[in-house]
C-alpha cells in the first residue's frame, strides 16, 4: 500500500471522531449498548497542505488523482505514532501565485482487508 507523500500540513485542521454505536431499548428507559462492528469508529481529518512548491503541488494532485477518492492509502495524522488507512474523497486544489499551489484535503479513515 503507498504512503500519501511526505509533506506537513498547515496545523489547524480539526479531526472528527464519531462512534457508530447500536442501541437496544428497553422498558423503563433501561437501554444496552454495543459499537457496531469490530471497527465502530469514523473518523476524518481535513488537512490543508500550503506554500507548495509546483514539484509538490503536481505530486499530491497526482497521487490523489492516481487513487481516485476509493484506494486506500497510509497517512500518519500529526501528533499520531502509527500510520492509518485512508482514502480520500474529496480535494481542493489552489494554485497560487509564483507556481506555488495549496491543496486542502478530507481524509477517511477506512478498514480494509
Given amino acids: 500500500m503507498e504512503t500519501f507523500p511526505d509533506y506537513p500540513p498547515i496545523y489547524g485542521g480539526q479531526g472528527e471522531v464519531t462512534p457508530r454505536v447500536?442501541?437496544?431499548?428497553?422498558?423503563?428507559?433501561?437501554?444496552?449498548?454495543?459499537?457496531?462492528g469490530l471497527n465502530s469508529l469514523d473518523e476524518t481529518w481535513p488537512f490543508t497542505f500550503n506554500m507548495l512548491e509546483p514539484e509538490e503541488y503536481d505530486e499530491i494532485i497526482a497521487f490523489l488523482?492516481?487513487?481516485?477518492?476509493?484506494r486506500a492509502f497510509l497517512f500518519t495524522v500529526p501528533r499520531q505514532s502509527t500510520a492509518k488507512t485512508?482514502?480520500?474523497?474529496?480535494?481542493?486544489?489552489?494554485?497560487?501565485?509564483?507556481?506555488?499551489?495549496?491543496?486542502?484535503v478530507t481524509f477517511k479513515r477506512v478498514?480494509?482487508?
Fill in 22 to 36: 447500536l442501541v437496544s431499548p428497553f422498558g423503563d428507559n433501561y437501554s444496552q449498548r454495543t459499537g457496531d
Fill in 65 to 70: 488523482e492516481a487513487h481516485g477518492g476509493y
Fill in 86 to 104: 485512508w482514502i480520500c474523497p474529496k480535494w481542493r486544489p489552489k494554485p497560487l501565485p509564483g507556481g506555488r499551489g495549496a491543496v486542502s
Fill in 111 to 113: 478498514y480494509d482487508l
